[in-house]
């Protein structure tokens, strides 16, 4: 049973310099409210009942802000002392989650609409598989994402997507060519023995190097064992400036 958040915290924000100095990132604030709240509460609408957030030692604000969630969520805390990438985040819960599949939400993602993590745990319910969202992003809009690598997919028989290839990440923002193209983001569910993909990936790395999670969605990809929903809900990039400028615009204090 998927019934487990985990929350990548332990980034240092630097495309947020130079507030992220001293704001966690996770604590700016749209609408009056922590972006993380917002993702505890995308989780909890989604049924889950445990979050697991990474934090960094030098965030010591960022645990306090997270108790002080009022939602039903079950908070565990783990810390991540150096930012390795999120496939180190994911490897510093494995005693936690003691194999069981997990959905990662990144915080600094923000969604106006349906529920986008309820919608990948629906299809990772059903097909048994690792499943990403994806996001269609145009030309216009690229600008205020960051740099994430194009996805390729095509529809299964059942009639659920499959991801077939998955670009590396690039620089600054994202690029949409000319016109529109589809991405990965932040939401992500795993079957259990997904870590065992992130350990193998790990050992092939030089020292020090980071570990991030796009080589394992490629090798699920490649394989015939990623599938993909695209997000009715608008995405907005709140770890960019621009991203977090246009929701700030989008979703005003309410009186």
């Known amino acids: 049973m998927l019934d487990t958040a985990v929350i990548p915290c332990g ?13 966690p990132k996770e604590m700016l604030p749209v609408a009056l409210r922590p ?3 917002w993702a505890l509460d995308e989780a909890a609408d989604a049924g889950l009942l445990r979050a697991i957030i990474i934090t960094n030692p030098h965030k010591p604000v960022l645990e306090a802000v997270a108790r002080s969630y009022p939602g039903p969520l079950d908070l565990e805390f783990v810390p991540q002392d150096h930012p390795r990438g999120l496939g180190d985040a994911f490897l510093r819960v494995k005693d936690q989650l003691g194999g ?3 959905v990662a939400l990144l915080p600094d993602n923000l969604f106006q609409g349906p529920n986008p993590t309820a919608a990948v745990l629906e299809t990772h319910r ?3 598989l690792a499943t990403v969202l994806l996001a269609e992003i145009s030309r216009k809009d690229a600008p205020t994402k960051g740099a994430t690598g194009r996805a390729r997919y095509e529809r299964a028989s059942d009639g659920t997507l499959r991801v077939t290839d998955v670009a ?8 949409a060519g000319e016109g529109a ?12 023995d997904a870590l065992a993909q992130f350990e193998d990936v790990a050992r092939a790395l030089p020292a020090g190097a980071e570990l991030d999670d796009v080589p394992v969605l490629q090798r699920l990809a ?5 599938a993909g929903v695209l997000s009715e809900a ?3 990039d709140v770890g960019v400036p621009e991203g977090y400028r246009e929701a700030v615009a989008t979703f005003p204090p309410k009186p």
Do not use: E
Request: proline residues 6%; glycine residues 16%.
């Open 100 to 102: 069981a599949p997990f």
């Open 181 to 192: 193209a589809v991405t990965p983001i932040g939401r992500m569910a795993f079957t259990g």
């Open 35 to 37: 972006v993380l709240h």
């Open 222 to 226: 490649r394989s015939g064992r990623l």
């Open 126 to 128: 059903s097909t048994g």
């Open 234 to 236: 608008r995405f907005f």
């Open 11 to 23: 980034g240092l924000g630097t495309r947020l310099h130079p507030i992220t100095r001293w704001l």
């Open 168 to 175: 590396d990440k690039g620089f600054g923002r994202f690029d």
